[in-house]
């Protein structure tokens, strides 16, 4: 297992903004009162880029983000377990390009849900218990991955509704899974983190057969030869508690606990030695009073900027391209004080939404 290097100082961000960035609350929508726990803007479809969706109880919401602050309710979900909660969102595609949600929470089904149709296109079973976190591959955007609280990945196809592979086993993840990335470019390579308070980095490479023969597939689902993937390439321990939240930073990991700050760090694997490697952490993004477990972090689309929630309502805005790190925004509101599950960037990091346990959406604006 990678351990943190010895000699390397990271540059910690100084929470006084030094580039302020100013932003304004344009407008807030309260969806009722069950907790929001993600929001997320569709990158994947260039014609879609101002629209957003969100996921709380059993129900989830599209909107669009209009001119001058305006949200516009697109269409509702409303799932018939009515105990279903929604934890998490991932926008994806067809492959003919019509644009799909896929939402899980805790009874672990996860719903692809044709935002044209408003209908249910494909339900994926398997997991042996919630889901907590759902991603797209944007280079394969047919293709999405979910992390389980039965401490497994697993990898699908929501063209042909196939279970393509699962991340576990023997080099596993040992307790609840609780988010999980594409790389942006190395198609093979994906980062799952958790409760295990590991991050690990796996392969799919030996496995990339199965990927294609699941665009192909035309028997039932539950006959394809699912395979296990059972051990990473790599696990670090960069943080000492649960990590809920990791993304990639080009070929660097973006990843944060629950003691108030994110973590930008490189994996250095060794090729003969799998699993085994340093982790030289570079940069750290303070965030004050994010102590609490189930916070994620947003970026723009691309990467520039990274914005992040925390358990009174306030907003950390940095930059991602700078080193020492450089704080552009800290965000609050009087009548936010509710904890931000999520944030979520639009594509140019001029929009900046927030989804709050107490069931409020915030809309901040960059002023021009």
């Given at each position: 297992m990678a351990r943190v290097g010895l000699g390397c100082e990271a540059a910690i961000g100084s929470l006084v903004p030094s580039k302020n960035r100013e932003y304004r609350v344009s407008n807030r929508l309260h969806e009722g009162k069950r907790p929001l726990y993600a929001i997320a803007f569709n990158f994947i479809d260039s014609r879609y880029y101002d629209v957003f969706a969100t996921v709380g109880g059993n129900r989830v919401t599209v909107y669009r983000c209009l001119e001058g602050g305006l949200i516009a309710v697109l269409q509702a979900y409303v799932d018939d377990d009515k105990d279903e909660s929604f934890y998490t969102l991932s926008w994806a595609c067809d492959i003919d390009g019509t644009p799909f949600l896929v939402a899980g929470g805790s009874n672990g089904i996860i719903r692809v849900i044709n935002a044209g149709t408003e209908r249910i296109?494909?339900?994926f079973v398997g997991h042996g218990d919630s889901v907590n976190e759902i991603r797209t591959q944007s280079l394969k955007p047919a293709l999405v991955m979910s992390a389980s609280k039965d401490e497994s990945?697993?990898?699908?196809n929501v063209h042909t509704g196939i279970c393509i592979l699962i991340f576990a086993g023997a080099?596993?993840?040992?307790?609840?899974?609780?988010?999980v990335d594409f790389h942006p470019s190395d198609i093979y390579r994906i980062a799952s983190c958790g409760m295990d308070n590991t991050v690990k980095i796996w392969s799919m490479k030996e496995f990339w057969q199965y990927v294609e023969r699941s665009f192909t597939w035309t028997d039932l689902p539950s006959k394809f030869p699912t395979k296990y993937v059972q051990f990473p390439v790599f696990i670090a321990s960069v943080h000492s508690n649960y990590v809920d939240c990791n993304r990639w930073l080009g070929d660097f990991i973006l990843s944060k606990s629950v003691d108030n700050e994110i973590v930008l760090w490189e994996p250095k694997t060794k090729e003969q030695n799998p699993g085994?490697?340093?982790?030289?952490?570079?940069?750290?993004?303070p965030v004050p009073e994010c102590?609490?477990?189930f916070i994620k972090f947003s970026c723009d689309f691309h990467y520039n900027a990274t914005a992040i929630g925390n358990r009174e309502g306030k907003i950390f805005v940095w930059e991602l391209q700078s080193s020492p790190p450089v704080l552009t925004a800290r965000l609050s509101h009087a009548q936010c004080k509710s904890p931000i599950r999520q944030t979520a960037m639009s594509f140019d990091g001029s929009t900046i939404l927030s989804c709050c346990e107490d069931g409020s959406i915030w809309r901040w604006d960059a002023v021009q």
């Open positions: 296109h494909k339900s990945v697993r990898l699908w080099g596993g993840h040992r307790n609840e899974v609780l988010s085994e490697g340093a982790v030289d952490i570079l940069q750290k993004y102590d609490i477990w």
